[in-house]
């Protein structure tokens, strides 16, 4: 509302008037880009810290639904809620309609991932590779992969920051040479 008022007082021209709404769009769809961006960083880092415990607690029991419930810390609030969503799948009556339910409904990779290596786990029990466990290996690849997407986003959140507020002075600037260009016609 600032930004329109002032660009209409300034500049009441009807380029400005389109380049204000453009502007405010644009910063209202960065906020709320952003916003999601930390929740999926929050999650990605929740979750690394959750398949540490978890892995941790698997060496101590050797039992995944013990494991995952000894691993739940009020610490991580959305992936304790997954977390616990899991071990509802795994206590199913019937497993494949709350594993396709809880697939469906689940839109981070990561956590899709986690249920179907608890998952398989559970049903078929943890076999050998590479002289350790099927599921530690598993969870080993999913923490590189986790840690990876952290550098990926920190990466881009660095590269592309105020990226939005470097591009729209050149909009508001062009008022002003258009002006110039007519005056020397």
């Known amino acids: 509302i600032v930004a329109f008022a002032t660009v209409t007082i300034l500049i009441p021209t009807m380029y400005a008037f389109v380049c204000c709404l453009i502007l405010i769009y644009v910063i209202n769809k960065e906020v709320l ?54 071990l509802k799948v795994l206590e199913s009556d019937d497993l494949d309609r709350d594993l396709s339910n809880y697939l469906r409904n689940t839109n981070n990779p990561f956590l899709k991932e986690l249920m179907c290596i608890c998952v398989t786990v559970f049903l078929y029990g943890d076999t050998e590779r590479d002289n350790g466990s099927s599921f530690l290996y598993n969870i080993k690849k999913l923490k590189e992969r986790l840690g990876l997407e952290l550098e990926n986003i ?13 591009t729209m002075p050149p909009i508001f600037l062009t008022i002003y040479l258009i002006t110039w260009a007519r005056g020397t016609i």
């Open 33 to 86: 880009d952003a916003i999601v961006d930390m929740l999926e960083k929050t999650i990605i880092q929740q979750l690394n810290n959750y398949v540490e415990l978890l892995q941790f607690n698997f060496m101590q029991t050797g039992m995944i639904d013990e494991a995952i419930h000894d691993s739940i810390v009020s610490q991580n609030k959305i992936v304790e809620k997954h977390a616990r969503e899991i």
């Open 154 to 166: 920190n990466d881009i959140s660095y590269n592309f920051k105020f990226h939005t507020i470097l």
